[in-house]
């Protein structure tokens, strides 16, 4: 059995805010250990499961913080960028499952660190459906026919997980109280939960179905500001919407859709505070 295995960083043990998730940061060196130290649970609990492949994707910020000396050995990493499918890279159709760990809950909802790739963003539709990167990650990996087994992260990623996927398997390492604030399991009890529900995820494996993305799907992305939106409208192929902040494109995939997601947030990151 071969899984994949995307990793972010808000939503890992412990991490109530930026101070952990900005490499600048005093936190950051704390986080990227316990990061690490979580990948390996999951990665040991899914070998001793019948996995006899691993592959990992560091999913956060430069996409280079996981400790490639301290991962798993048997274990693959994907490691920096820039990469054409940013969270989702390398994921295609030879593998039987997805698993998303330290994720986090999407823009302009409740959650610790909750947003969607930038902070510039507001809400991203897949026709009219709200996602964040949790969603928008579960269609790419329904678009190869690879179900998402196990969604780890804070209670409120769990419940969007719940919510988007029938059946998934979720392990919530830590509640919400703020969104810069949290009650935390330790590491050791967190390890302990991942490892328990990363075999439950693989014993349910065959009760969850991929979420399978609409043909032709219509991208949208509402904005923070107006600057924002202007700038992403510069890609070609994208509609202003009238008197409002949301830039509109029509991608002949999801996988068009994830990259035009991707170029009109960075063209956004362009405008500045003054």
């Known amino acids: ?9 808000e939503g890992i043990t412990g991490v109530p805010d930026y101070t952990f998730v900005d490499s600048s940061k005093h936190n950051y060196e704390r986080a990227r250990r316990i990061m690490t130290e979580e990948t390996n649970y999951v990665i040991r609990s899914a070998m001793e499961n019948k996995a006899d492949e691993v592959l990992v994707n560091d999913s956060h910020s430069k996409m280079n913080n996981l400790l490639i000396d301290e991962i798993h050995p048997d274990a693959t990493l994907i490691t920096g960028s820039v990469k054409p499918l940013s969270m989702v890279q390398g994921l295609d159709d030879s593998f039987s499952g997805a698993l998303f760990v330290g994720y986090h809950a999407r823009a302009a909802q409740k959650g ?4 969607s790739m930038t902070f510039g963003v507001r809400n991203f539709y897949i026709n009219d459906t709200p996602v964040g990167e949790l ?12 179900p ?10 769990a419940q969007e997980a719940e919510a988007l996927i029938p059946n998934v398997v979720t392990a919530p390492v830590k ?3 703020s969104r810069s604030a949290v009650k935390s399991l330790t590491p050791k009890k967190a390890g302990e939960l991942l490892e328990e529900r990363t075999a439950q995820a693989l014993q349910n494996r065959t009760r969850v179905e991929p979420l399978v993305p609409p043909d032709y799907p219509t991208l949208r992305i509402e904005f923070m500001n107006y600057g924002q939106a202007e700038w992403a409208n510069l890609m070609p192929g994208t509609d202003l919407e009238p008197n409002s902040t949301t830039v509109r494109f029509r991608a002949k995939d999801i996988l068009e859709a994830y990259q035009a997601m991707l170029v009109m947030t960075e063209l956004a990151m362009q405008t500045t505070s003054s």
């Open 175 to 177: 509640e919400t109280i």
């Open 112 to 115: 610790v660190l909750s947003h």
């Open 148 to 157: 998402v087994l196990m969604v780890a992260g804070d209670d409120c990623a």
């Open 1 to 9: 059995m071969k899984l994949y295995l995307s990793v972010d960083m």
């Open 135 to 146: 969603g928008f990650n579960a269609y790419v990996a329904g678009y190869y026919g690879v």
